[in-house]
């Protein structure tokens, strides 16, 4: 299919790590993209992963792609309240260039 | 600074009545994009604008129209054929990276 997917929640405690998933499905993606949207705000870019990496390290924030399983994922460390929002994370597609986009994880933080 | 406006942020639209949604930058990219996010969905692609004076329909084209007669401006029509108007407006531009204005609610009363 043409899907990016995510799980729609994701409940941690302040302080704990936060594991967001997203599965893409074009091998040819040049770039991921992790997106951060606050209430009734616009996205706001987070970090991207270009496709021949595994791995990308941004302060609290880790970025791990499995190209094999075209799997993707980010993790925020020492999750704080100001962290809740909704994460989309997007695949550019190297035949168009546009970006695919998931539904977005909302990240909840319990105290 | 640099950046994209999206005007007004509320927007409320009876039956059958055309509404445009006004997207400026002062970036200076090319290329500019209209979505529409519904809860619990991604963002869906309404047009987009590689340059100026030419664009394409995305995904979700009918019942919307746009123009792009200069470099900055790229507004969307929500016309009455859009059944179901209801939802956040995004725009955003692009050199490379993509860039989000703050959305404009709309409302059908």
């Known amino acids: 299919g043409e899907d990016v997917e995510q799980s729609l929640f994701l409940s941690v405690r302040e302080g704990d790590s936060s594991v967001i998933n997203c599965t893409y499905t074009d091998s040819s993606s040049t770039y991921l993209y992790w997106y951060k949207q606050e209430p009734g705000a616009g996205l706001q870019l987070l970090t991207y992963i270009f496709s021949n990496m595994d791995m990308k390290q941004d302060q609290r924030l880790t970025v791990l792609l499995n190209k094999k399983d075209k799997h993707l994922s980010l993790r925020i460390a020492d999750t704080q309240t100001g962290d809740s929002a909704i994460y989309f994370c997007a695949e550019k597609r190297a035949s168009n260039y546009q970006l695919i986009w998931g539904a977005g994880t909302k990240l909840i933080i319990k105290p | 600074d640099g950046g994209i406006t999206q005007s007004p942020k509320y927007l409320f639209r009876k039956e059958g009545q055309n509404v445009t949604l006004s997207c400026e930058q002062n970036l200076n990219h090319d290329a500019m994009y209209w979505y529409r996010q519904d809860p619990g969905q991604g963002l869906r692609l309404i047009y987009y604008s590689q340059i100026v004076n030419d664009f394409q329909k995305g995904d979700i084209a009918e019942g919307y129209s746009v123009s792009r007669e200069k470099k900055e401006s790229f507004p969307l029509t929500v016309t009455s054929a859009q059944k179901n108007p209801t939802a956040f407006y995004l725009c955003?531009?692009?050199?490379?990276?993509?860039?989000f204005g703050s959305g404009t609610r709309l409302t059908v009363v």
């Open positions: 955003a531009t692009s050199d490379g990276g993509y860039t």
